[in-house]
C-alpha cells in the first residue's frame, strides 16, 4: 500500500510540474519586453455606494488586464495594490479608484484618477468618469464589469494616443 501511494504522489507531481511548465514559458518570454506597471489605489471616501476594495482591485485587475491585452501592446503588465513605496521610475499607469455608485435612477457610474508615469515623467489624464445604465434584471457584477470594462477602454485609447501613437 505504501509504494502505492508513494506511486500515486509521485505522478501527482509529476503531472502538477508539466502543466506548471508552460505558465513559466510565458513568463519568461514576458520579461523580453518593457512592463507596464498597474498600480491601483483604494479610495479613501467611507461612505460611497460601494466599498469593498479587495473585491474592486480584483475586478480592475480582471477587467483591466483583459482590455489591455487585446491592444497587443509591446509591454507585459504587472498589477500591484497600494502604491507605498514604489519608486518612481520605469512605465506606470496609476489609477486612483474613487467611486462606483449611481448618480441618477437607473445609472451606474465608475470614477478614478488617472495618470501615467514615464520614468518619473507625469501625464495626469485626468478623473475618468464611465457611465453605464444596466438592464433590470441583470446580476450586479455584470453590471459592475461592464463599467469597469467601459473605463479600461477609454484609459486604454488614452493610452495609444499618448504612449503606444495608436489611433
Known sequence: MKIHSRLSFFALVVCLLGALNPLLAQESEATDQETMLVVVS?????????HNDLDM????????????????????LKFERWGAGIPDDGLQLRIYFQSL?????????????????????????KIIRVRTYPRPGRQPQDNMDEVITKAAKEIAGKLNEHKFKKS
Open 42 to 50: 483604494d479610495s479613501l471616501i467611507h461612505n460611497r455606494a460601494y
Open 57 to 76: 482591485y480584483i475586478r480592475i485587475k480582471q477587467n483591466f488586464t483583459k482590455v489591455f491585452e487585446k491592444e497587443e501592446w509591446p509591454v507585459g
Open 101 to 125: 455608485e449611481s448618480e441618477t435612477i437607473g445609472d451606474l457610474v465608475f470614477r478614478a484618477w488617472v495618470t501615467l508615469l514615464e520614468d518619473g515623467e507625469k501625464t495626469d489624464f
